[in-house]
């Protein structure tokens, strides 16, 4: 799954696990956001496709969120991105050079850690990730099939080193034995430097079309994530926030499901080098606005 139809056509798929929004009739053409400025109090941006590719900023995106900040708006970033702890987050950003504070950041992983219940966590990460923000008992995942059986849920935060081997591994534990599984990135996949990766949205969706475990999806579109940024801005009307992403189905929808206003970002992500127009009208996900960078 390498090429935006395909990535689109597996998202329409999955659809009905998604919320529900409502769009206006058309999408209007932006030159840069400060053409909308006066339109919203605070801009929640994504990061992959829009402020970065993979370890890569995009050119003119720090300069862009300094911009709206010194126009008086608050700025907030919103990521799937689960690999890393919320400092570790800031301290990513920090190095790619964008000026970002703590309080600015809100990811799927600081989401889905905040209910995790008692028991044995089952995690799925990176082998850069401590696990040291989790207040749970954890065991780490890779191959050896009785760790798995052992657990009393899974926490799915990464899949930097998954394999089919592991998936498999997975697949047959939950069918034996039903579990809860926590998936805390809800993308199918991300752009890279070198193309898509593919992301725990990808496997935890297979696991769901066949039935398996108990399903949690956090992150866009799903509204835990959006609930907590709303909660730092608790003057502000939903629809003086405007989403600023390149997905059609996380970014655009589930900010339009929170009555927010939406920016499908083009140049840089999922629908690089490809015009969006027929996968808005073919998908019924209309932005308020379109945009090459922001």
Request: proline fraction near 5%.
């Amino acid at each position: 799954m390498n090429d935006v139809s395909g990535i689109f056509n597996r998202y329409e798929t999955i659809r009905h696990r998604m919320p529900q929004a409502r769009f206006g009739p058309a999408t209007g053409k932006l030159g840069s956001l400060m053409d909308i400025a006066q339109e919203a109090d605070a801009f929640v941006f994504d990061a992959y496709g829009v402020l970065n590719i993979g370890e890569t900023p995009i050119a003119g995106a720090a300069q862009r969120l300094d911009q709206l900040r010194a126009a008086g708006k608050e700025i907030r970033i919103l990521s799937n991105a689960a690999s890393y702890s919320h400092p570790a987050a800031v301290e990513k950003f920090a190095k790619l050079g964008i000026n970002v504070s703590p309080n600015e950041i809100v990811t799927s992983r600081d989401a889905a850690i905040t209910g995790l219940g008692a028991g044995l966590w089952g995690c799925i990460t990176a082998p850069h990730d401590d696990l040291a923000d989790i207040d749970a008992r954890v065991c780490r995942l890779d191959k050896n099939p009785l760790d798995y059986d052992r657990v009393d849920s899974f926490l799915f935060l990464s899949s930097a080193v998954w394999t089919d081997t592991h998936q498999d591994i997975l697949t047959h534990s939950l069918r034996r034995n039903p579990r809860p599984v926590i998936v805390a990135n809800a993308d199918l996949v991300a752009p890279r430097e070198g193309g898509f990766s593919l992301e725990p949205g990808h496997y935890a969706h297979l696991l769901a079309d066949a039935g398996l475990g108990q399903m949690t999806f956090f992150g866009k579109p799903f509204p835990q994530v959006h609930q907590m940024i709303e909660a730092t801005l608790p003057d502000t009307p939903r629809d003086r926030i405007v989403m600023c992403g390149d997905t059609l189905h996380t970014d655009i929808l589930g900010a339009a499901a929170r009555g927010w206003r939406t920016v499908l970002v083009t140049r840089d992500g999922l629908f690089s080098g490809v015009e969006t127009e027929e996968f808005c009208r073919r998908s019924a996900i209309i932005p308020d606005w379109r945009i090459e960078r922001i």
